[in-house]
Structures are given as C-alpha cells and as structure tokens.
C-alpha cells in the first residue's frame, strides 16, 4: 500500500476548511491568498463558501492529500440517537431489558456453539441488572 497511512492524521471536512482560513488570515485575506496560489479570488470563494469542492491546487497549498475512508459516520449518528431515547426512558429500557433476558432463560436457547444461553456473560449481566445487583 502506498505510503505510511497509519502514522499520519486525517482531518475531516471541517478541519481542512478550518485550516484553509487560517491561512488565508495568515496571508492577510482571501485576495492576497488567492493571488499568492495564482488563483481568482471568487474561485477561492466559491471553494470556501460551496459549491464549489477545493482544487488540487488548494490541497497542495495546504500540504494536504486527498484520502478516501469509510464513512461510517451515519452509523454512529444513528446509534447515538438510539443511545439517548433510550436514556430518555430508563424505565422502558429496564423492562424490555427484563422481559429479554426472562425470554432467553425460560427457553432452551443455544448459541451458535452449541451452549446454553445462560452461559453468555452478557446475559448474566443482564440478569444481574434486572435483579438489582448492578446499576442500571
């Protein structure tokens, strides 16, 4: 694989767009930047205030490159929204948490190895939770 990715920092959107006016004030604005890059000011414009994504020759005014990685970000969003109506209701958590492990143990649930359900350190948790032998 090209290059040593893993001992060097990626920025997010935000971050580079942070930089990117950092340096422009640096410069003492966006022509006098704009005119160091050998660029049009509304151009750079454009680039700072959409549509229009930086050009190549921002990045590499920048010192940057450009790398594509999963976004998985919507995931995360998703799961922190879950995380806080589930913290919104504590009560309705605690009795779904209670009526799933009372579920698993009044059957003769296997996991895919073959062992009984009760074995799983999750469910003892769980149970240790719904007893009142762990905070909630």
Wanted: no cysteine.
């Amino acid at each position: 694989m090209p290059g040593n990715l893993d001992t060097k920092a990626f920025l997010e959107h935000e971050d580079v767009m942070e930089l990117l006016r950092s340096e422009i004030a640096r410069a003492g604005g966006q022509g006098r930047w704009a005119k160091m890059m050998g660029m049009d000011r509304t151009q750079l414009s454009k680039m700072l205030h959409g549509p229009q994504l930086l050009s190549k020759r921002v990045i590499k005014a920048l010192k940057l490159g450009v790398v594509f990685a999963p976004d998985d970000r919507k995931e995360a969003r998703g799961m922190k929204n879950r995380e806080q109506k589930a913290a919104a209701d504590p009560q309705k958590l605690f009795v779904a948490l209670r009526d799933l492990v009372e579920a698993i143990e009044s059957g003769n649930g296997r996991d895919a190895h073959g062992h009984p359900l009760e074995n799983l350190k999750a469910l003892r948790h769980a149970r240790a939770v719904v007893d009142g032998d762990e905070e909630r």
